[in-house]
């Protein structure tokens, strides 16, 4: 009986953390694409965010979300109006207006680099870490999926008006039960 308990209790371990995105920072991951390029997702959020906090927890930790992340994306978590300083594209950006209280920050300077005016942003790169696109604001893995499954497979390259974007999307609204 206690053998039984204790392979059930690893398997629900094993899909729990399964269901979990292996987020990194934005020097990891242009470090790891330098070995084996990849897309980069990178979730712009803030501590203060609720709609942050619930996309965590119901989109990027839906099991079919965090397996496409997972397996095709460096995901990166960027606190949007924090202090930490961040290289990309040749820049190094900051936040030189950062206050350590538990006051309003201003936008970090990579957040405003990036043109991200709604939180949370996420930013997809390609593997040369151009942009792709950016989707803001909360949305449901159901959302998302499309996008996520476009940009990995790089079907997005191939749609040129909105009737195959609409298509597309037709193609994933039955394969995500919330």
């Not at 629900?12 to 790891?32: D, F, K, N, T």
Request: proline share 4%; aromatic share 12%; net charge positive.
């Amino acid at each position: 009986m206690k053998k039984i308990l204790s392979v059930t209790v690893l398997i629900l371990i094993s899909i729990s953390s399964s269901a979990q995105v292996h987020w990194m920072s934005l020097a990891q991951a242009l470090e790891a694409q330098k070995k084996e390029p990849r897309k980069i997702l990178i979730d712009f959020y803030t501590d203060a965010c609720v709609p942050c906090k619930e996309m965590e927890k119901q989109t990027y930790n839906h099991p079919e979300i965090a397996r496409i992340i997972n397996e095709r994306f460096y995901a990166v978590k960027f606190e949007s109006d924090g202090n930490a300083p961040v290289s990309y594209a040749g820049h190094t950006f900051t936040n030189p207006n950062y206050k350590v209280s538990k006051s309003k920050n201003n936008l970090h300077q990579f957040t405003k680099y990036m043109n991200i005016n709604i939180i949370p942003t996420m930013v997809f790169l390609d593997e040369n870490t151009d942009p792709i696109t950016s989707l803001s604001g909360f949305l449901k893995a159901q959302e998302v999926e499309p996008y996520f499954t476009m940009i990995a497979t790089n079907a997005y390259k191939k749609i040129k008006s909105r009737r195959e974007w609409e298509g597309y999307q037709k193609k994933f609204r039955s394969k995500i039960k919330e």
